[in-house]
Structures are given as structure tokens and as C-alpha cells.
């Protein structure tokens, strides 16, 4: 029978209930309230955002841009948050969830501003950088993929629908490299891949330095 821990049910339970409100009911108003802007406009008179609030980093990973956007990051939950929330505890789990997901947003962030400083203030580039949002649970995501890799290196995985058994450290390590690859040539556009390596970053600080990869006795 298939197990599914408190805290990863209710992270589940909670961005299938945001996402319909967010994309059904009154997304526009959701939308600037709780997606994540960055809260620096480095070149223009206004300097801060005034669309950024300080929950966003917090909220957008509540948030998502489509059906198949909440499914996948919901699937990596679904198939990977129970382990780990049963390796770490669940009062650790979430602290991992969330600080992973939040630190995500500033890697974004400070990548994204990178980005603005190359165009100027008055360009179509720099005001679609500045106003387009970030949303979606991927950041705290990856830090779960990267804990799954860390914790059970050796565990093998089927990637549908290659039938070939994969260990999760190489799986991890080459999706990592992907993202880093994509980010950089900017090849997929809407998509936050630094917000993704930063996931992986945070969360391989947080078990490498911080304890969370760490038995509990």
C-alpha cells in the first residue's frame, strides 16, 4: 500500500487548492499579491519593485503556471517527500521544504537581476524580465531530488518510458547539469532554471553542512 506522509500530503493537499484558486477564480489579483517579483530593479529610478512583497518568497511555491506545471512538481513530491520526511522527521522536513524553496527564489533573484543589468531600463527585454513573475513549487522540488540522491545514492530509478534503471546520484547529477546548461543558454523561455539549481544548491548545503543528512537518534 502506497504511504504518504502527513506533511507531504498536506504540501500536496495545500498547492492543489492555491493552483485552482490562483488559476479559476481570480488568478490577476492572486497572481501580483503572491508570485514572486524581484524585489530589485537594478538600473531603473525606482530601484524597488513595487510589486514585490515580502511573503512572495514564501507563497509563489504555493503557486503554479498550468495543469501539467502543478503535476510534475507534484508527482516529484508524491513519489520522493515521503521517504524523506521519514528520514528526517516531519518537523525537519518542512523546515527543509520551505527553506529550500525560499532560498531557490534568491538564487532566481540575483541571477534575474544579472539578466537586467545587461539591457536597459527602457528596453522591452528589461520590463518583460521585471514584470513577468515566478511561480511553482520546483525550487523546494529539486532540494527534495537532491536529499533522495544524497540520502539513497544507489537507489534505482525507471524513468518513463525508458525502461533502463538509473541510480538516483546519476539521475540527479544529470538533471542538475541540464538545468545549469539550459539556464545559462536560455534556450526555454518561461522557465526558472536557476530557480531549479538553486534548489539543488540550497538543499545540498542544508545536508552537507547543516545536519539534515543526518540520522536522527
Avoid: C
Wanted: charged residues 10%.
Amino acid at each position: 500500500m502506497f504511504y504518504l506522509s502527513p506533511v507531504a500530503r498536506n504540501l500536496l493537499i495545500a498547492n492543489v487548492v492555491i493552483f485552482i484558486l490562483t488559476y479559476y477564480l481570480i488568478p490577476s489579483y492572486l497572481t501580483i499579491q503572491f508570485a514572486f517579483f524581484n524585489p530589485i530593479l537594478p538600473g531603473s529610478p525606482e530601484l524597488l519593485n513595487p510589486n514585490f512583497k515580502i511573503w512572495q518568497p514564501f507563497t509563489y511555491m504555493f503557486m503554479h503556471g498550468d495543469w501539467g506545471h502543478i503535476i510534475s512538481n507534484m508527482f516529484a513530491l508524491l513519489i520522493f517527500g515521503s521517504g524523506i520526511e521519514t528520514f528526517f522527521g516531519s518537523k525537519r522536513f518542512l523546515i527543509y521544504y520551505l527553506v529550500t524553496g525560499i532560498g531557490a527564489s534568491f538564487i532566481y533573484s540575483f541571477v534575474n537581476m544579472y539578466d537586467m543589468i545587461q539591457f536597459s531600463p527602457d528596453s522591452e527585454v528589461y520590463s518583460i524580465l521585471a514584470k513577468t513573475p515566478m511561480v511553482g513549487a520546483s525550487g523546494a522540488v529539486f532540494g527534495i531530488l537532491i536529499a533522495y540522491a544524497y540520502l539513497f545514492p544507489n537507489n534505482e530509478l525507471i524513468i518513463f518510458p525508458f525502461p533502463i534503471p538509473v541510480k538516483a546520484k546519476y539521475l540527479v547529477a544529470f538533471y542538475g547539469l541540464y538545468e545549469l546548461y539550459s539556464g545559462i543558454r536560455g534556450t526555454e523561455i518561461g522557465i526558472a532554471h536557476f530557480a531549479h539549481v538553486g534548489g539543488l544548491l540550497i538543499g545540498f548545503i542544508l545536508l552537507r553542512y547543516f545536519g539534515f543528512g543526518r540520522t536522527r537518534y
